[in-house]
């Protein structure tokens, strides 16, 4: 192993490292929010919101990410608005893992005992405020270790935005690679930095996990 790569390109490592930090993070409020919002259309009695979440979902998570980066990519530029490869890589990631965790929060709403809507629409809460109030909280409990597994896979899923020049690791990774002909070691590093945002995170979900149990 060649640690020279590391110490001679560490300024390269950050900035894609902050690169990819940053692009996960939005991407991961993103979808956190758009998902939720895409579950809550998914069991809604409205038929024409039901069909909007539906077609959403079955639409976005059946089609290739490299895809959806694409489109946001090179769709723009269509019309002479061209988007930079970081903002069309961190809003591609954020509309594709919304679908997934639009299945994950829809399946801990249904896991809610129907007669918590009925008797918080009893009391006088309107659908929004019985959502808002009374059923996300429980459902969010309920799915955490799944959405915790999307923001992982976001986090490694990240790496799509250097097919678009988006400034994240691997990008500069393959820079580093093509200047000193040590693909193995350039990469090997790479993953290092990867697990630097992932384990913290997975550790995090599990820590938060726990404490919800308790208090439930």
């Known amino acids: 192993m060649d640690y020279s790569i590391l110490i001679d390109y560490f300024d390269r490592y950050m900035e894609g490292f902050w690169g990819t930090l940053l692009s996960s993070l939005l991407a991961l409020v993103g979808s956190f929010v758009l998902g939720t919002v895409i579950a809550v259309f998914r069991i809604t009695t ?6 909007v979440g539906t077609g959403y979902v079955e ?14 990519y090179y769709g723009p530029s269509a019309f002479g608005s061209p ?48 959502m808002q109030h009374v059923i996300m909280p ?7 270790p799944p959405l915790g597994n999307q923001f992982i896979n976001l986090i490694k899923n990240s790496s799509i935005l ?13 820079g580093i690679a093509i200047d000193t002909y040590r693909t193995f070691d350039t990469y090997i590093f790479v993953a290092l930095f990867y697990l630097v ?20």
């Open 138 to 144: 429980q459902a969010i409990k309920l799915v955490i």
């Open 162 to 174: 250097t097919v678009v020049a988006g400034m994240d690791l691997m990008y500069f990774a393959d």
């Open 197 to 216: 945002l992932t384990l913290p995170l997975s550790y995090g979900i599990r820590v938060w996990e726990r404490k919800l149990q308790r208090n439930y």
């Open 59 to 72: 639409f976005v998570r059946n089609i290739p990410l490299l895809l959806v980066v694409y489109v946001f």
């Open 83 to 130: 988007m930079s490869g970081f903002n069309a890589g961190t809003i591609g990631l954020a509309v594709y893992t919304s679908a997934f965790i639009a299945e994950a929060i829809r399946a801990g709403i249904m896991a809610v005992p129907k007669g918590q809507m009925e008797a918080a629409r009893s009391s006088g809460l309107s659908y929004i405020q019985t």
């Open 46 to 51: 409205v038929r024409a919101l039901r069909w």
